[in-house]
């Protein structure tokens, strides 16, 4: 083994890492502040926006739309992050968000994750995509207590995707234990296959967001 290239690509991960949670940190402060050209620039250049548009200048028009109709004001609390590799320059994350809105008549609260894809691009680390994945939003005052637990002012509450992309959750509700005898285990995931393991070796997400 060539000590010297593993210690550059060591190194080389750990700056990675650092480097991507500072991108959902300053992703989450952009976004507040409403400094929308530093949020844009935080994606890959050819950003995809929906179905049919690519590019910064169109993610900054539906930002723009999506900030001033929706919300007065946003605070984003950023919790645990798992970032794998895929290779040098491509990763993957899973990120949780808590977060307050401010939205006319009511305070409105949310727990969310981020399934994220990153790519790095002339050196530096970008947003490949961000999937916004929803477990609930509900009034400060009300409890989001049962089914449908996505709950906006003005709408009919409706089920989020918090649990979607694992089914490990299904799994579980489904398992009948047999108390008589211990569980079986399974062998731990490899170290850069965390997520894939979590999701069952399905493929790239995909979720239809509202």
């Known amino acids: ?34 400094d929308l050209d530093a949020h844009v620039n935080l994606f890959a250049p050819d950003i995809r926006v929906g179905r049919d548009k690519v590019g910064r200048a169109h993610l900054k028009n539906w930002l723009d739309d999506t900030l001033r109709n929706q919300f007065d004001g ?12 895929v290779d040098a320059d491509h990763a993957t994350g899973v990120v949780y968000s808590k977060n307050e809105h401010e939205t006319g008549p009511e305070w ?20 490949r995509r961000r999937l916004p994945c929803y477990w609930y939003a509900t009034d400060l005052n009300k409890p989001p207590i049962g089914q449908r637990k996505m709950r906006w002012p003005g709408r009919e509450p409706y089920h989020g995707t918090f649990h979607d992309l694992f089914p490990s959750w299904n799994e579980f509700w489904a398992a009948r234990p047999d108390k008589e ?16 393991t979590l999701r069952r070796g399905a493929g790239a997400p995909k ?4």
Do not use: C
Not at 74 to 85: A, D, K, N, V
Not at 112 to 124: K, T
């Open 108 to 127: 409105v609260i949310m727990q969310m994750l981020y399934w994220d894809d990153y790519e790095r691009i002339d050196g530096r680390w970008y947003f």
């Open 74 to 85: 946003t605070s984003h609390h950023l919790g645990q992050h798992i970032i794998e590799f």
């Open 181 to 196: 005898s211990l569980p079986e285990v399974a062998a731990p995931a490899p170290l850069e296959g965390f997520l894939a």
């Open 1 to 34: 083994m060539d000590n010297n290239n593993s210690l550059a690509a060591r190194l080389d991960r750990l700056e990675s890492i650092e480097e991507i949670r500072q991108l959902a940190g300053k992703y989450s402060l952009s976004l507040d502040m409403r």
């Open 207 to 210: 979720i239809r967001v509202r």
